[in-house]
């Protein structure tokens, strides 16, 4: 089956590093994803990984092992706007290459 | 503004009525995908169209239908509503995705009451 997890909540200090991990069970592998939503909005593409290793975009950076089935994103530097709902996905063989994703993290950040 | 544009944002209805949920993709993509995303929880993938043409189907129920016009604009139908219907339904629209997409660019929602 397919199957994505992920913290429910992570809290971090302002100006602060927070790591995001997810690990992921497929069948085919297409690459993973990872999306922002803050409360009431939309979501909003971060990052993507196709290949193993760490894709770096601003204060954002995401990682992927394929041999581990898992993944993270890194926030650096946290702002209170960074406070917001972060969901990994991950296009999937049996979904018909459709986005599958994580029931999502929250990330509650203290000033 | 994403340039995915989703009409009505907000919508109060009754049990057993039905609505439709409409879409404009974003300038140039192809590729209109539905999602609904009920209080708290992940994003649940309905359906995929690609150039009018359905190309994925998710967890959509029976009662639900969607279409894609030939000026690339999309349509959800929720019929015979239920009061767990009541939820935030996303449309994203992506460049690629004749066989799905990994970046997606979302509307802002439609936000579903049933009462």
């Known amino acids: 089956g397919q199957s994505l997890e992920q913290p429910s909540e992570v809290t971090a200090v302002e100006g602060a590093i927070v790591q995001i991990n997810c690990t992921y069970q497929t069948s085919g592998f297409y690459g993973l994803s990872w999306y922002q939503q803050h409360d009431g909005g939309a979501p909003t593409f971060l990052s993507y990984n196709g290949l193993d290793g760490l894709e770096e975009t601003g204060r954002f950076s995401s990682f992927l092992s394929r041999s581990d089935s898992y993944g993270y994103l890194l926030l650096q530097e946290l702002q209170m706007k960074d406070s917001a709902s972060y969901f990994c996905a991950v296009r999937d063989l049996d979904s018909n290459y459709q986005l599958i994703w994580g029931a999502g993290t929250k990330l509650i950040i203290k000033p | 503004d994403s340039g995915v544009t989703q009409t009505p944002k907000h919508l109060i209805t009754a049990t057993g009525q039905r609505v439709t949920l409409r879409c404009s993709p974003r300038?140039?993509?192809?590729?209109v995908y539905w999602y609904q995303q009920s209080l708290d929880q992940g994003l649940q993938f309905l359906i995929q169209y690609y150039n009018g043409e359905e190309r994925a189907k998710g967890n959509i129920l029976e009662r639900f239908s969607a279409q894609q016009f030939p000026d690339l604009h999309s349509e959800l139908n929720l019929s015979s509503l239920e009061l767990g219907d009541s939820a935030l339904y996303f449309c994203a629209s992506s460049v690629e995705g004749y066989s799905g997409a990994n970046v997606l660019t979302f509307g802002a929602g439609s936000r579903l009451t049933v009462l």
């Open positions: 300038s140039g993509d192809l590729s």
